[in-house]
């Protein structure tokens, strides 16, 4: 029997909007690569008075094991970049110097969080590197960043789970989307917290190099898949999440500063990811030690270390020869063992990962 026309168009429409075409929301589709380029440039911006640690070290280092584009870290002014909440780096160049060296701008701009995410200076750049067709990645709180530069306006976004319901109410003209580690619309990217920086940079490398590259890279930093998926429930603040940050952080007489030592060719995602975590227990801060003034990364981050004087802290070991991505577990397992559980769950929920058992 034939079916009716409206009947077919029905169908037709329900293919369309099914799964299929939800799943274009988080297709990357990148620029052409701006002319005489080889490969795409990406700028990582920061502000040097803050930016997260992971947001801006693990785009770079993820990118740069790829080698499928150019990295720039582009700050504010010259000099250090000091990370929160842990590390200070060098920068590669300041945005008036980027201007003036790359004037039709960058093709991919990643944005991470930062302690002002109100300078005007930044969201001004920012808004004129979408103006010039840059792909913008917003880390985490980086979103607030790209709220204001205009350009999430009518988008499809999400952010850390702790800005969401205050970022969603200041831009109602915002779709903000939960249950996404990354959503993309048209050009632009946003991240929930902070380790969904791995899985969007890798997402990034598929769209500029192919699922080949992509998996490789993702292989060799021992990471699994890299889609969107991600459950938002559980992470949230609780009265009894409250009262440990309050115990731990009162408890002054329990606090710690801890070294971690580092050696020319050091892994920076792996010292991004358990420093970042060591300095979020609310009992420790981690420091980077070298007995050299400035230390450079395998994949040639710049990394400002404190000196060693074997003073005042407690050394840690760093496993050079692990996966990249398995320090973080490895650290939330030291940190457990050394503050107990519910503090390597707080560090967990801080950097939106549900941690491994």
């Known amino acids: 029997m034939r079916q009716p026309i409206w009947k077919t168009f029905l169908l037709?429409?329900?293919?369309?909007?099914?799964?299929?075409?939800?799943?274009?929301?988080?297709?990357?589709?990148?620029?052409?690569?701006?002319?005489?380029?080889?490969?795409?440039?990406?700028?990582i911006v920061a502000d040097n008075a803050?930016?997260?640690?992971?947001?801006?070290?693990?785009?770079?280092?993820?990118?740069?094991?790829?080698?499928?584009?150019?990295?720039?870290?582009v700050s504010t002014q010259a000099g250090t970049i000091n990370l929160m909440p842990a590390l200070a780096i060098e920068s590669d160049?300041?945005?008036?110097?980027?201007?003036?060296?790359?004037?039709?701008?960058?093709?991919?701009?990643?944005?991470?969080?930062?302690?002002?995410?109100?300078?005007?200076?930044?969201?001004?750049?920012?808004?004129?590197?979408?103006?010039?067709?840059?792909?913008?990645?917003?880390?985490c709180e980086g979103a607030?960043?790209?709220?204001?530069?205009?350009?999430?306006?009518?988008?499809?976004?999400?952010?850390?789970?702790?800005?969401?319901?205050?970022?969603?109410?200041?831009?109602?003209k915002t779709r903000w989307i939960r249950d996404k580690r990354y959503v993309v619309d048209h050009n632009v990217m946003t991240t929930t917290g902070v380790t969904a920086s791995i899985p969007a940079s890798l997402a990034l490398v598929e769209a500029m190099a192919g699922y080949a590259r992509a998996k490789a890279t993702a292989t060799e930093l021992g990471i699994e898949d890299w889609t969107s998926a991600h459950v938002s429930?559980?992470?949230?603040?609780?009265?009894?999440?409250?009262?440990?940050?309050?115990?731990?952080?009162?408890?002054?007489?329990t606090h710690e500063i801890l070294a971690i030592p580092i050696t020319e060719g050091f892994d920076e995602i792996a010292l991004a990811l358990s420093a970042d975590a060591w300095s979020r227990t609310y009992r420790s801060q981690a420091i980077a030690i070298s007995g050299n003034n400035r230390v450079k990364s395998r994949h040639g981050l710049v990394l400002v270390p404190d000196k060693e004087n074997n003073k005042g802290y407690v050394e840690l070991l760093f496993d050079q020869k692990a996966a990249s991505s398995k320090s973080l577990d490895t650290t939330l397992e030291t940190i457990a063992a050394r503050y107990g559980h519910e503090t390597a769950d707080l560090v967990a929920l801080q950097l939106e990962y549900a941690r491994r058992e």
């Not at 429930?233 to 007489?253: D, K």
């Open 12 to 43: 037709c429409l329900l293919i369309l909007s099914g799964p299929s075409a939800a799943a274009d929301i988080d297709r990357i589709q990148l620029p052409a690569v701006k002319a005489e380029r080889v490969r795409p440039l990406v700028a």
């Open 50 to 73: 803050g930016t997260e640690t992971t947001d801006l070290v693990v785009p770079y280092g993820v990118l740069k094991s790829a080698d499928v584009a150019d990295i720039v870290i």
């Open 93 to 139: 160049m300041t945005m008036e110097t980027f201007d003036k060296v790359y004037p039709a701008g960058a093709d991919v701009l990643i944005v991470p969080a930062m302690h002002d995410n109100r300078s005007d200076a930044i969201v001004n750049w920012v808004q004129e590197q979408a103006q010039k067709r840059a792909f913008v990645v917003a880390i």
């Open 144 to 172: 607030w960043i790209a709220a204001r530069a205009g350009i999430l306006q009518g988008r499809g976004a999400t952010t850390h789970w702790y800005a969401f319901d205050g970022i969603a109410r200041q831009f109602p």
């Open 233 to 253: 429930a559980p992470f949230h603040l609780t009265v009894g999440r409250a009262g440990l940050i309050a115990r731990n952080y009162l408890a002054f007489w």
